[in-house]
């Protein structure tokens, strides 16, 4: 049994393929495809979702109808540096960072 063993340790290692095959079989090129992917798949897209939330919140206007993240909707009444004022009823103001505004829907102007 012992020189079963001996025999199996002393045995060559099978060849490793080469050229393109063995390039595509290693545990390094693999985890560099899944940075990749994680990268376009998750990273790229948030990235661009927080810009474009980010735009929104900078041209909030008065009159612009919006939800915050705790679902409040209201129109905006007044905008400062950092908090937005929020009318959601007749004579009813609060105020919210602008970091709470989740959705913007711009107001509507008159068509001539």
């Known amino acids: 049994m012992i020189s079963l063993f001996n025999t199996l340790a002393q045995a060559p290692a099978p060849p490793k393929p080469e050229g393109i095959a063995g390039l595509l079989g290693s545990p390094e090129f693999m985890i560099v495809i899944m940075i990749v992917m994680f990268y376009f ?13 980010a735009a929104r919140i900078a041209a909030l206007k008065n009159g612009d109808k919006v939800i915050t993240t705790a679902g409040l909707h209201g129109l905006v009444h007044n905008v400062k540096e950092t908090t937005v004022m929020i009318k959601v009823a007749e004579g009813t103001m609060l105020e919210f960072d602008k970091a709470a505004i989740a959705t913007v829907t711009k107001k509507e102007t008159k068509e001539a």
């Not at 798949?41 to 979702?49: A, E, G, T, V």
């Open 41 to 53: 798949l998750l990273i790229r897209p948030q990235q661009r979702q927080r810009k474009e939330q």
